[in-house]
């Protein structure tokens, strides 16, 4: 079945530092991929999607592309801040997208970012 | 606009008690599902339903029932509640790809 593997945390790095986190999957088809980020306390929040290869998903400064030739979807952002310090997940979509099963959530990978 | 609202955001059940998670959408959203929340364990779909009248099994769905009257409301029903269900229970509503999540019922079973 599909699955979802991202890199464990937790990640801690300086305020304005690079940030990377690592998203593999393994789906039949041709699924959606996201990332959600979930703050303390809080539901999950949608951060940014793709629905097909080489599609690049952009939001708040975070950006991930779509690559099928090594089946990842690797979260980025150029300079973070303290208050991105959350838990983010990487998911999968089947059924080319439509979503009528749901997503397939990676572990999820716990960010802090320090001053 | 509400979104996804959820109740409760905390209860604790003893064991063998039974309760019902409320969810409730107001976006028309035709799909909904329920996922369940272990510490560093990622989302597990429990059930979901892709319309009223409809629901389908997920990943997980041993000790748990549903039902989908409306388009608005999929309640989660634990007949008898055990502490392997200790977690937190996310409910999601969805057009078709693009999921609005509540913001959570953190359950303890003791």
């Known amino acids: 079945g599909d699955s979802v593997t991202q890199m464990e945390g937790p990640v801690t790095l300086s305020e304005e530092a690079f940030l990377t986190i690592n998203c593999t999957y393994t789906?039949?088809?041709?699924?959606?991929l996201f990332w959600y980020v979930q703050y303390p306390g809080e539901g999950l929040q949608l951060l940014l999607k793709?629905?097909?290869?080489?599609d690049k998903g952009s939001n708040k400064g975070f950006e991930a592309t779509y690559r099928k030739e090594t089946t990842s979807f690797h979260l980025e952002k150029g300079s973070v801040q303290v208050s991105d310090s959350a838990v983010y997940f990487c998911?999968?979509?089947?059924?080319?997208?439509?979503?009528?099963?749901?997503?397939?959530f990676g572990k999820g990978t716990h960010l802090i970012i320090q001053p | 606009n509400a979104g996804v609202t959820q109740t409760p955001k905390f209860r604790i059940l003893k064991i063998g008690q039974s309760m019902t998670l409320q969810c409730t959408q107001d976006?028309?959203?035709?799909?909904m599902y329920w996922y369940r929340q272990d510490p560093g364990m990622g989302l597990k779909l429990i059930y979901y339903?892709?319309?009223?009248?409809?629901?389908d099994k997920g990943e997980v769905p041993n000790g748990y029932n549903v039902s989908r009257s409306t388009t608005e409301d999929f309640p989660l029903r634990l007949e008898l509640a055990a502490p392997s269900q200790t977690s937190v229970y996310f409910c999601?509503?969805?057009?078709?790809?693009?999921?609005?999540f509540g913001s959570g019922t953190r359950l303890t079973v003791v």
């Open positions: 999601a509503s969805s057009p078709s790809g693009g999921y609005t």
């Open positions: 789906a039949t088809g041709y699924p959606s």
């Open positions: 793709a629905t097909k290869a080489d």
């Open positions: 998911a999968l979509s089947g059924l080319s997208g439509g979503g009528a099963d749901g997503l397939t």
């Open positions: 976006m028309n959203h035709n799909y």
């Open positions: 339903s892709v319309g009223a009248g409809i629901t």
